[in-house]
């Protein structure tokens, strides 16, 4: 029998899920993930208990766990809101991410083939991006496509990638009104293709599908204030990809967006959902200009310099839209402070590994390493996608 490929970045890379439920759709995931370290970020009531599929590596962290490592500085991690996820990102040890939702499983390219959505990633970070041109042909460094015909022979060594944004399959990532204008809509169409946001330009960041390089633009991946307690929610991968993609446009780092695609598989309820968007549609409208014309200076030369002058031009510009701008800022600020103590290892998040069944230590998180599994079928290749289907 042939040898299955090798995981790519299998040591260099944790996976991230924030939840509140059993991760039963990890099943579906385990010929991809399984060998992978996970980062589980358990939202709501610490006291539940939570459970995982034998066979996977994991460390799961609580509301209590949030509070101990991070002591006075828990305030800025949000709670009752998947904002909290960013809080696996601040622990993890690796060079990149990969954070997914629980309601999202695997999709079908259109030969049925499943899709490794964690491959394609990879490859999205691994290969460069192209912000300053666009190529036609959307990624030129992909197998069997090349730049185009005019494309300036001096920007196609490309820039570093540091976000590579995925899509979703079945329900659409729509905001409330949109979900209540059209509650049956599904999303069927699959656009074989990845390509560069251009530099200057912004979009809506969504975080249930999302990959990037922690070394990079770790310090700005940081979700906000959002759910309880908190006049707004489900605006926080979104106010954290317009702080990542104005810093990456100032450090000169690409944002990709496409492949891969998952299954979203639930539909949240549109009318919590207005509850909880209601001010953002609103405040959005200021919001956007804000980061329209926000300008980083010179001197701002690593994503924590930016992420502080960022931070400072929220609390200048945007507190008069409303003071939960101001909060939100010294939120900003708390999250910078809490990552360089962690990077700089003045804070222990870590916890230990057990054999078999899971522990839970004075010093860190439930850990769990379970028997192995049978072997996985074998990966498929983002190259053999099909085109299309009509």
């Known amino acids: 029998s042939m040898a299955r ?3 790519l970045l299998k040591d260099e890379l944790d996976i991230v899920i924030p939840t509140i439920r059993n991760l039963d759709f990890l099943e579906m995931w385990r010929p991809f993930f399984q060998h992978y370290h996970l980062i589980i970020v358990q939202d709501g009531d610490p006291s539940k208990q939570i459970k995982v599929p034998e066979g996977f590596d994991y460390e799961l962290y609580n509301r209590n766990d949030i509070n101990r490592i991070l002591g006075s500085k828990a305030s800025c991690i949000s709670f009752k809101d998947s904002a909290c ?6 622990v993890s040890k690796k060079k990149y991410i990969f954070t997914i939702d629980d309601d999202c499983f695997v999709a079908k390219d259109p030969s049925s083939k499943d899709i490794n959505a964690l491959e394609q990633h ?3 970070l691994l290969s460069p991006s192209t912000p300053y041109f666009f190529n036609t042909l959307y990624d030129p460094y992909r197998e069997g496509t090349d730049f185009v015909r005019g494309y300036p022979f001096s920007l196609r060594e490309g820039v570093q990638t540091a976000i590579s944004h995925g899509l979703w399959l079945n329900i659409p990532d729509y905001d409330a009104p949109t979900q209540l204008v059209k509650p049956s809509e599904r999303n069927t169409r699959y656009v074989d ?8 330009t912004l979009f809506p960041m969504c975080g249930m599908n999302l990959a990037f390089n922690r070394e990079l633009i770790g310090p700005a991946m940081y979700f906000g204030l959002m759910g309880d307690g908190q006049p707004i929610g489900r605006y926080d991968d979104m106010w ?14 690409g944002v990709k967006t496409g492949l891969p695609y998952i299954w979203h598989s ?17 405040w959005q409208e200021e919001i956007i200009p804000f980061f329209q014309s926000a300008v980083l200076s010179k001197e701002a030369t690593s994503v924590e310099q930016c992420y502080r002058e960022l931070a ?3 609390r200048e510009k945007l507190s008069n839209v409303d003071p939960y701008f101001s909060k939100l800022a010294d939120a900003m600020v708390t999250w910078t402070e809490s990552w360089e103590e962690l990077t700089s290892n003045k804070i222990v998040a870590g916890g230990v590994k057990a054999s078999s069944g899971g522990v839970h230590h004075a010093n860190g998180p439930t850990t769990k390493v379970a028997s192995p599994p049978p072997p996985p079928p074998a990966v498929v290749k983002s190259e053999e996608l099909g085109s299309p289907a009509a």
């Open 85 to 90: 996820r960013c809080f696996g990102f601040l």
């Open 312 to 314: 400072k031009q929220v």
């Open 240 to 253: 954290a990809g317009w702080c990542c993609k104005v810093i990456c446009d100032h450090l000169g780092y």
């Open 266 to 282: 639930k539909a949240s309820n549109p009318f919590v959902n207005l509850k909880k968007e209601y001010k953002g549609i609103f």
């Open 5 to 7: 490929p090798t995981p």
């Open 193 to 200: 293709a990845v390509m560069t946001i251009p530099k200057g």
């Open 122 to 124: 990879i490859k999205n």
